[in-house]
């Protein structure tokens, strides 16, 4: 409901609160599409992401799934951030995750894989009902259309592929940020400001302390109303302040609790995280590389294509809009519809002038691009629908319009459908080539309980022990890479609580990307090695980055997958799939590379000769 000015004393304009109890209330508008419609499609897009997803970046891996699998199975990968020295990860958030697991090993016939993948479908889920109640919160307070639309910019678009399922904090920050910013929205039956102030620090605490931040405009908005308003819902709006500071200092404790008890050692973990991220002494975040200003605008424009020009185009169409419509909307609604659109041209500022730059640093802004979006959609349709015939649209037939409006989302979905199977067809391989570990249809296993399956130069691809048979462990060979690699959590017994690896000291973890020699193996550790042959590549490999695929006399391969040779492969190919047709010239081909998992030949060593068992046996 849009805030109205009413008279005073003196004829004086006061800006009439819409929590007040003389406020009108504004008769709810009628969803285009039902809530639970909404659900369903959005649900069915993020379950397609939660089964086909790659897992994009390592650091979902190691700062996440490892130590849910800790949590879960008594061992797992550790890296520096869960150091009690450093402690800037939030062990509740962790936790959450390990729970849903936990259900799925109550089920009948429980894997860790199955595991894996119920994390993925419970992350699906939530993500989901927080899209439906952001979807309501548009169609409520915008326009039934827009929700639609909003609809289709999420669903439609590589973004939402690659966060909605992720196990990331900027995700589950994704997640609250549209519970706070509906909770903004929806002035049925007054503001609800401490609502949203309790989801963004939700979206903060638990989840990225910076995502915290995408509350501003909203509360600068609320400030805005206070300004103009009577004694009265000044008060109702400190109530409401007070309320949400509270909710936050709740939400904190919860946090601060249960860190206590893995740390064993009090700290805000938001802080640390804030405090590492803005003012460390060791280089912070740009230890792990920077990029140019143009990253989030190049990533942006891959994972949203149309849908990210709509929404940076949003301000200056609505100034116009403003400008040239004589029904356009009162200036205060035109003040709401700018708030909404603030939070992503804000979130883009700032990052964009961070030097550190990662994709998910965007994913809690993704929902507020998908608003711009579709906002940007319905002024154009606004605009181009109309039907006077003094001006240029009015000349144009409806027919030529709506063909021309289709063509335009048509080729935005296809593109979009070209690049989430490109993704999945391109990158899957390494949630694939463990199967093998766990039997075939006849039963039949490779390896054992206590197996060491290692990694060298494709230490990065490792999904997660989730993909591991019970107590087998990942280990590192050493390659060219020579920053920190993760460490183990410790699976020392002691009388002091359950999981002491979480507070219990661990050497060599440092927070300066420094390589410790201590978290490498010899290969004659391995009873599996995971390895990615490139043919395509005829440069001369590093000395520590052999082709252990080749090696035919140490290593036989158990199971490959094809694996895109993206540095032999044509950036149009590498960003889109294209079809492996003769129609396609050779330079626009996918070039393959194979990701395999190789398994150590057994051999005895005879007169300086390694041979077979088998030949031993026979002789």
């Not at 016939?109 to 979807?135: D, H, N, P, W």
């Not at 929806?186 to 620090?201: V, Y």
Request: charged share 15%; glycine share 6%.
């Amino acid at each position: 409901m849009a805030p109205k000015f009413a008279s005073k004393k003196a004829n004086a304009p006061v800006y009439e609160h819409p929590a007040s109890s003389h406020a009108k209330k504004k008769r709810p508008s009628a969803y285009a599409i039902k809530p639970i419609s909404a659900f369903y499609l959005f649900f069915g897009a993020n379950l397609v992401a939660a089964l086909l997803a790659p897992i994009q970046d390592c650091d979902e891996t190691f700062n996440y799934w490892e130590p849910a699998h800790y949590l879960s199975h008594g061992y797992g990968l550790q890296t520096w951030e869960y150091s009690p020295d450093y402690a800037i990860r939030s062990w509740l958030y962790i936790a959450l995750h390990a729970v849903v697991g936990n259900v799925r090993r109550m089920l009948p016939q429980s894997t860790k894989i199955s595991e894996f993948y119920f994390i993925r479908y419970g992350l699906a889920l939530a993500c989901a009902v927080c899209q439906t109640v952001m979807f309501q919160g548009i169609s409520l307070a915008l326009n039934a259309r827009i929700g639609v639309f909003f609809i289709m910019a999420t669903i439609l678009s590589p973004g939402n592929f690659h966060a909605s399922a992720a196990f990331l904090p900027s995700s589950f920050a994704m997640y609250a940020g549209m519970l706070g910013a509906a909770s903004f929205m929806n002035w049925r039956g007054g503001l609800k400001t401490w609502q949203g102030m309790a989801w963004f620090a939700v979206a903060g605490i638990l989840g990225w302390p910076f995502a915290a931040a995408l509350c501003a405009p909203y509360l600068l908005e609320e400030l805005i109303l206070v300004l103009f308003s009577d004694r009265d819902s000044l008060i109702d709006a400190l109530i409401r302040f007070v309320r949400g500071v509270i909710a936050a200092l709740i939400v904190l404790f919860f946090d601060f609790t249960i860190n206590l008890y893995f740390y064993k050692k009090s700290v805000v973990v938001s802080w640390n995280i804030v405090k590492y991220n803005i003012f460390s002494k060791t280089g912070g975040p740009d230890l792990y590389g920077t990029e140019p200003w143009t990253f989030y605008f190049k990533n942006l424009a891959l994972n949203f294509n149309i849908w990210f020009i709509l929404a940076l185009l949003v301000l200056p169409l609505f100034a116009l809009h403003k400008i040239f419509s004589a029904s356009s909307q009162s200036l205060s609604s035109g003040l709401r519809t700018v708030v909404f659109v603030t939070p992503f041209y804000m979130w883009l500022a700032i990052f964009t002038a961070q030097p550190h730059k990662e994709e998910r640093f965007m994913y809690p802004a993704y929902p507020f691009l998908a608003l711009n979006a579709a906002l940007s959609l319905h002024i154009i349709l606004s605009a181009i629908g109309s039907s006077d015939p003094k001006t240029l649209m009015g000349k144009i037939p409806g027919r030529l319009k709506l063909l021309l409006v289709s063509l335009v989302l048509f080729l935005s979905f296809d593109v979009a459908i070209a690049r989430i199977y490109g993704i999945y067809s391109a990158y899957s391989a390494p949630l694939k080539v463990y199967s093998p570990l766990w039997g075939d249809a006849s039963g039949n296993t490779f390896g054992a309980e206590e197996d060491n399956v290692c990694f060298g130069k494709e230490w990065y691809r490792f999904p997660t022990s989730y993909f591991l048979p019970r107590n087998m462990h990942a280990k590192f060979l050493r390659s060219e890479f020579r920053g920190l690699l993760p460490g183990e959590f410790s699976e020392a017994g002691t009388g002091f609580g359950f999981w002491s690896g979480t507070w219990l000291p661990t050497k060599g973890l440092n927070d300066r990307n420094e390589e410790d020699l201590g978290k490498y193996v010899e290969p004659r550790m391995c009873s599996f090695l995971v390895d990615t042959q490139y043919p395509e590549r005829k440069a001369p490999l590093p000395p520590r980055e052999p082709d252990y695929i080749a090696d035919k006399n140490h290593w036989e391969v158990v199971k490959c997958v094809d694996f895109l040779d993206a540095a032999n492969t044509h950036i149009v190919a590498r960003t889109l799939w294209i079809p492996d047709i003769d129609a396609v010239p050779d330079k626009y081909k996918r070039k393959w590379g194979r990701h395999c998992l190789l398994q150590r030949k057994r051999r005895a060593q005879n007169a300086g000769m390694w041979i077979d068992p088998s030949q031993l046996m026979m002789g």
